[in-house]
Nanobody, 124 residues
């Protein structure tokens, strides 16, 4: 079984910073892309940022220049540095790991996994 555990959320004033972390644990062979998504009350879950296994990154337009995603493959960890936070960044932030490969009796299988989410609240 693979688990994603997020940490680093909290309450911050507008203009402040937070750093989210997500650690993948379990018996897996490899992980493809890792990323962060968020869901505000009454809204659909949306992409924030992703990073592929080779370090290629992708950002939502709303966070470009303010957020930075990074990845430590040796620690199976992905980070999201969030600067210049705005009240509209308030949401539950979810970690995602795509194409997680696990070895099973019938061969190698890949699956997408989600973390449990961490709340980020930005006050004005």
């Amino acid at each position: 079984q693979v688990q994603l555990v997020e940490s680093g959320g909290g309450l911050v004033q507008a203009g402040g910073s937070l750093r989210l972390s997500c650690v993948a644990s379990g018996r897996f062979v490899s992980i493809g892309a890792m990323g962060w998504y968020r869901q505000a009350p009454g809204k659909q879950r949306e992409l924030v940022a992703t990073t592929s296994s080779d370090g290629t990154t992708n950002y939502a337009d709303s966070v470009k220049g303010r957020f930075a995603i990074s990845r430590d493959n040796a620690k199976n960890t992905v980070y999201l540095q969030m600067n210049s936070l705005k009240p509209e960044d308030t949401a539950v932030y979810y970690c995602n790991a795509d194409r997680v490969a696990t070895a099973q009796a019938m061969g190698i299988f890949t699956k997408n996994y989600w973390g449990q989410g961490t709340q980020v609240t930005v006050s004005s």
